[in-house]
C-alpha cells in the first residue's frame, strides 16, 4: 500500500525530484524516469489538488455537516466537532484550489496543499504533516462507512460523496496503469 501511495505522490508531491531520464525506483526494479508532458501533469499540483484534495475537502465537509446534524439532536460535542471541521475543510479546499490555480501560473510551491502540510511547512516536514492529513481524511471516510452514518446523507451528501470518490479511484487508476505502462516498455527494453 505505501508503495501504492509514493506512485501517486500522495506522502510528498512538493519534493519530487524530476530530471529527465533520471534513474527512480518503479516497483522492484529501477528505470529510466521519462520526464514527459503526462506525467508531469499527473504530478502536478493541479492534477493532485484537483483528485486528491477536493475530494478530501467534501469528505471532510460532508463529515462535518452530518456531525452538525447529530450535534443539533443532542450531542453538543458533535455539535462543536462539526463546526471545526468544516472550517477545517474550508480552509483546505481554499489552499487547493489556491494551489491548483497558482500551478497554471507556475507558481505552485508557494503554499501547501492544505492546513496540516502548512503547519508542517513551519517543522521543514510539509510531507510527512500532508501524510497525517491524509491518515484523518482516509479516518473520516472510515469512520463513515463503518459508522453506517454513510446510509443517512442527504441526496445531494450523497451524490458528492460519490462524484468524490470515482474523481479520486478513477485518477489513482488512471496513474497507476500509466505507471505500469512505462515499467512495461522499459522492461521490454531490457
Known amino acids: 500500500m505505501l508503495s501504492l501511495l509514493t506512485s501517486y505522490s500522495l506522502l510528498n508531491p512538493i519534493n519530487r525530484i524530476r530530471e529527465p531520464m533520471s534513474l527512480r525506483k ?25 483528485t486528491i484534495g477536493i475530494p478530501f475537502c467534501i469528505y471532510k465537509f460532508i463529515f462535518g455537516s452530518f456531525a452538525i446534524r447529530n450535534g443539533i439532536v443532542g450531542e453538543p460535542a458533535l455539535f462543536l466537532l462539526g463546526g471545526l471541521i ?79 470518490t470515482t474523481l479520486n479511484l478513477i485518477s489513482l487508476s488512471l496513474v497507476i496503469m500509466y505507471d505500469e505502462a512505462l515499467r512495461a516498455h522499459w522492461d521490454s527494453r531490457e
Not at 518503479?26 to 484537483?50: C, E, K, M, V, Y
Not at 492544505?114 to 472510515?142: E, K, M, N, V, W
Open 26 to 50: 518503479t516497483g522492484t526494479s529501477t528505470h529510466p524516469a521519462p520526464d514527459d508532458r503526462i506525467s508531469r501533469f499527473f504530478h502536478s499540483p493541479f492534477f493532485l489538488s484537483s
Open 86 to 164: 468544516i472550517a477545517w475543510a474550508a480552509l483546505d479546499l481554499t489552499m487547493n484550489v489556491a494551489r491548483a490555480v497558482l500551478d497554471l501560473f507556475g507558481r505552485s510551491n508557494a503554499i501547501e496543499y492544505c492546513t496540516i502540510a502548512q503547519i508542517g511547512r513551519y517543522f521543514h516536514a510539509p510531507g510527512t504533516f500532508l501524510a497525517l492529513d491524509t491518515l484523518l481524511s482516509f479516518s473520516i471516510i472510515c469512520i463513515m462507512l463503518w459508522s453506517g452514518w454513510i446510509t443517512r446523507l442527504t441526496p445531494l451528501e450523497s451524490f458528492l460523496w460519490y462524484a468524490a
